[in-house]
């Protein structure tokens, strides 16, 4: 599975992760309004007939993103795999279950990941700091807590 990364995740880095047999992910809130996001989808529909998945993560902002209309346009296009992330996922996780789509919700915390786990989600990412994970009281470090 593709990491999803701002200013890397577009389509041409998810076909080409998809391609090669993993899964890619393209990055909604690399566009600023949800059509860009539509566009992108497109266009790696041309680059791939593999599934794909979109991210959006949902950060604390003066004025955020309309996160409700980057997941219609996930739902519209079709995606059926939808990576979440970040604060507050309950209407957006909601919104994407409710239309079929399957969630995985990327957890920093075991706090984090009971609550998405209570929201329905289908699956967790567990991320601690190698990854990108934030630092905060009670955050996983997982190459340490997890036997592999």
């Not at 004025?63 to 995606?79: F, H, L, S, T």
């Amino acid at each position: 599975m593709a990491a999803p990364r701002q200013h890397v995740g577009y389509a041409e880095l998810a076909s080409a992760v998809s391609n090669a047999g993993g899964l890619g992910i393209i990055t909604a809130l690399i566009w600023p309004e949800p059509e860009g996001l539509r566009q992108e989808i497109r266009k790696c529909r041309k680059m791939t007939s593999r599934p794909f998945a979109v991210n959006i993560t949902l950060l604390p902002a003066l004025v955020p993103p309309d996160y409700d209309a980057y997941a219609q346009v996930v739902i519209d296009e079709g995606v059926k795999i939808v990576e979440t992330a970040g604060n507050s996922p309950g209407p957006v996780i909601a919104k994407l279950k409710k239309a079929g789509c399957i969630v995985l919700h990327k957890c920093t915390t075991i706090r984090h990941a009971q609550s998405a786990v209570k929201l329905g989600v289908d699956f967790l990412s567990i991320d601690g700091f190698e990854c990108a994970g934030y630092v905060e009281a009670g955050f996983l470090q997982p190459s340490i807590s997890f036997p592999f």
